[in-house]
């Protein structure tokens, strides 16, 4: 993930297609676990946070399934305008070693209700993820 790409792009997108890159941006960003202390609760809320935390020892099935509890804890944190959202892994391939998440959700766009559905497959080795919007 790239800090610029994440925090400093101007250029003007719909809302749900930033909401799209954020995702993307997310996945991308994962890391061991970093311990900041619960009293520093805007530490937890910045950029600095801006990652998921997973740990690499977890079991295959626990490992995809904290990777989505931890997505839907950072997009709740950094991404306030996606709203009831529900995430689903949707595929594996063991030959890429690759997973896929399905997450759809909803925003709010000049005053009307919208929704947004994304696939995001990651790629276990390397971290990349690809995100594509429906």
């Known amino acids: ?18 909401i799209v890159q954020n995702i993307e941006n997310m996945v991308e960003n994962i890391v061991p ?3 900041i202390s619960e009293q520093l609760k805007r530490v937890q809320e910045s950029n600095l946070n801006y990652i998921l935390n997973l740990h690499e ?18 997009l709740q ?14 595929g594996e391939d063991a030959e890429l070693n690759a997973v896929t998440f399905q997450i759809e959700g ?7 209700v ?8 990651l790629s276990l080795s390397d971290r990349d993820a690809k995100t594509e919007k429906f």
Do not use: C
């Open 57 to 74: 020892d977890l079991a295959e099935g626990s490992y995809l399934d904290h990777l989505a509890d931890q997505l839907r804890i950072k």
């Open 77 to 90: 944190i950094f991404e306030p305008r996606f709203s009831d959202f529900k995430i689903n892994q949707t």
């Open 106 to 112: 909803q925003y709010l766009e000049d005053g009307q």
């Open 114 to 121: 919208k929704y947004v559905t994304t696939t995001t497959t």
């Open 33 to 35: 676990p970093l311990l």
């Open 1 to 18: 993930m790239s800090f610029t790409r994440a925090f400093l792009n101007h250029a003007p997108q719909q809302i749900s297609d930033s």
